[in-house]
């Protein structure tokens, strides 16, 4: 379908009591409006319908970057008073830099000091404990295999396994008072020691995404002007400037 002749100066029909992002936005609009007439046609195949598109692809381009400038005209107020907010706080409160976090930083590393070695103790506590219950247990288990026929030792034996028991019990609450209200946490943390291996597993586990990734890589390494990217076939594309 061949295009409509288009005025590209949006002032020759537009006036001029309009909030400027108002007219911008009709401006694009019709520039729109018509490269779709050109594209739902046929292929260019004179110099004067490649004239034409060339002009209207141009304008499309002018009129989107004064329209960017538009934007950024009417959000820099807000952008400044986000910055002036932010400025206020981040001495306090930015993420790892603010007074609070690297306070409690600071803090933090010297309560997991001392909560660390008051759980070591805990924890040699548990290991006494549980120790002499076995010992307990084995002994009085010794005394009632070597009671039998003999009520005396017997007895014996019986108040051998009650302590036992006892000394059982006390090792147990030593042990969940060694593992329980430390106010410590475990962290798990991946520490790279194998590149191929984690490379292999990483493209197993997300293919879309790690290939996503290399192609990310590839295409930055191809704008800074590298012309063999191992893996890759770097070609010259021609595109409308």
Known sequence: MQAATLDLNPRAVIGNNRPPDAIIFEEIQTLFDEAKNWADGEPITTEQQHDAVTKLYTALHDAGKRADELRKDEKKPLDD?????QGRYNPY??????KVDL??????KMLAAWRAAVAKKR??????AREEADRKIAEAQ???????GNLAEREVAEQLLTEAKQSD???????KAATTGT?????WVAT????????????GRDPVRFTELVQQMANEAVRTGMRIVPGFVVSDEKRAA
């Not at 010794?142 to 039998?148: E, F, H, K, N, V």
């Not at 790279?192 to 493209?203: E, P, S």
């Open 103 to 108: 306070g409690k930083d600071a803090l933090g």
């Open 81 to 85: 008073e986000i910055t002036a907010i």
């Open 183 to 187: 106010g410590l946490r475990s962290v």
């Open 192 to 203: 790279l020691q194998d590149a191929d291996a984690a490379l292999d597993w990483a493209y």
């Open 93 to 98: 409160i930015q993420p790892k830099k603010g």
């Open 142 to 148: 010794a005394a009632i295999r070597a009671s039998s």
């Open 169 to 175: 019990r006390f090792a147990k609450r030593q042990d």
């Open 123 to 128: 924890e040699e506590e548990a290991r006494l």
